[in-house]
């Protein structure tokens, strides 16, 4: 592997499945705004929209994910080009 290239400052980051609240630790190098104290000790927390336990293609399950009224702003900006 070349030198210098990867990044050096792998931690434990707590990640929360909004979708689900499912939460889950791994080692990361994401940035957070939040932490969360897990079992006595403060983790970075980054929250997610869909993860492992929530995707479609994980759990089998189709789910429609409309965050923050995209699909509204969609129509909205389209709609005058489909009259």
């Known amino acids: ?9 792998y931690r434990m980051v707590a990640f929360k499945d909004m ?3 499912e939460l889950y630790l791994t080692r990361s190098t994401a940035d957070a705004k939040e932490n969360i104290e897990i079992d006595g000790v403060e ?7 869909i993860s492992r336990t929530s995707h479609p293609f994980y759990t089998g ?23």
């Open 1 to 9: 592997m070349k030198k210098g290239i990867h990044p050096e400052n």
């Open 19 to 21: 979708s689900n609240g």
């Open 43 to 49: 983790y970075p927390l980054v929250k997610v929209e």
């Open 61 to 83: 399950k189709m789910k429609l994910v409309d965050t923050a009224g995209r699909i509204d702003k969609f129509k909205k900006k389209y709609a005058k080009f489909s009259k």
